[in-house]
C-alpha cells in the first residue's frame, strides 16, 4: 500500500484531530493528547477542503467544512455540489453549507492571444507530469510545441471576455456556487494582471 492509499484511510482520523485542536478537545490520536495549540485559540479560521471526487464531497459534508470544487483537477465534479448542500452537516467550520469553485482561467482580448498566453502553462504542467521540473516555459518555448490537450479536455477556461464569461456563468448556473477562485498561470505578470482585470470586468 503507497502513501497515497494511507493518507486516504486516515484522512478521517485527521480531520478528527484538526477540529479537536480548533475547538480545544482531547485529539483523537493518542501520540497528540499532549499538544498544545500555539500562540492559543481564537476565532476558528477558514478552513476549506478542495475536492475532485465523491468522496471528498462525502468527507466535506461529514465533517461540516466548506467544499471547493478542484474544476482545474476534474471537469465532471460541479454535480457534487447537490449532495453536499444535501448532506451537510453543521460543526465548528460553519452552520451552512459554502460552495466555491476553483477554476483555471486566461482571458485576453482575443481567443488566439488567450491560447498564446495558455500555452506556456500548458507545456509546464506537463512536464511537471513527466517529472521535469525548471525554469516557466517562455512563450517561444512553448510556441514550439503547443500541445493545448487542457483546453480540449475541458479543464482551462481559455479564450476572449465573452467566451470566458459564458464558461464561467455555466459553472455558476450548475453549483450556484458562493465563490469563483480563479487561478491563472502565465509568463508575465502583466498578462496575468490583465487576464485577472478582463475577468473582473465580467462581474462589475
Known amino acids: 500500500m503507497d502513501l497515497r492509499q494511507l493518507d ?19 485529539p483523537e490520536t493518542k501520540s497528540f493528547e499532549n499538544v498544545n495549540v500555539t500562540p492559543g485559540l481564537g476565532d476558528v479560521p477558514d478552513t476549506w477542503l478542495l475536492v475532485s471526487s465523491e468522496q471528498g464531497a462525502d468527507y466535506a459534508s461529514f465533517f461540516g467544512l466548506p467544499m471547493s470544487l478542484a474544476y482545474f483537477i476534474n471537469q465532471d465534479c460541479l454535480h457534487l ?14 452552520d451552512s453549507p459554502q460552495v466555491s469553485v476553483a477554476v483555471f482561467a486566461i482571458c485576453a482580448e482575443t481567443n488566439e492571444e488567450a491560447n498564446l498566453l495558455a500555452s ?7 512536464n511537471v507530469s513527466k517529472g521535469i521540473f525548471g525554469p516557466f516555459p517562455t512563450l517561444e518555448e512553448a510556441t514550439k ?3 493545448d490537450k487542457d483546453k480540449e479536455e475541458g479543464k482551462s477556461i481559455v479564450g476572449d471576455q465573452k467566451y470566458v ?23 508575465s505578470m502583466s498578462s496575468k494582471k490583465e487576464s485577472y482585470r478582463l475577468i473582473k470586468e465580467i462581474f462589475s
Open 81 to 94: 455540489a447537490k449532495p453536499y448542500r444535501e448532506n451537510f452537516q453543521k460543526s465548528i467550520f460553519g
Open 145 to 147: 510545441k503547443i500541445k
Open 165 to 187: 464569461e459564458g464558461q464561467l456563468m455555466k459553472i455558476l448556473e450548475e453549483t450556484n456556487a458562493d465563490e469563483l477562485k480563479i487561478i491563472t498561470i502565465c509568463e
Open 120 to 126: 506556456s502553462a500548458s507545456i509546464w504542467r506537463e
Open 8 to 26: 486516504l484511510i486516515f484522512f478521517p482520523t485527521k480531520m478528527n484531530d484538526l477540529r479537536s485542536f480548533l475547538s480545544n478537545q482531547t
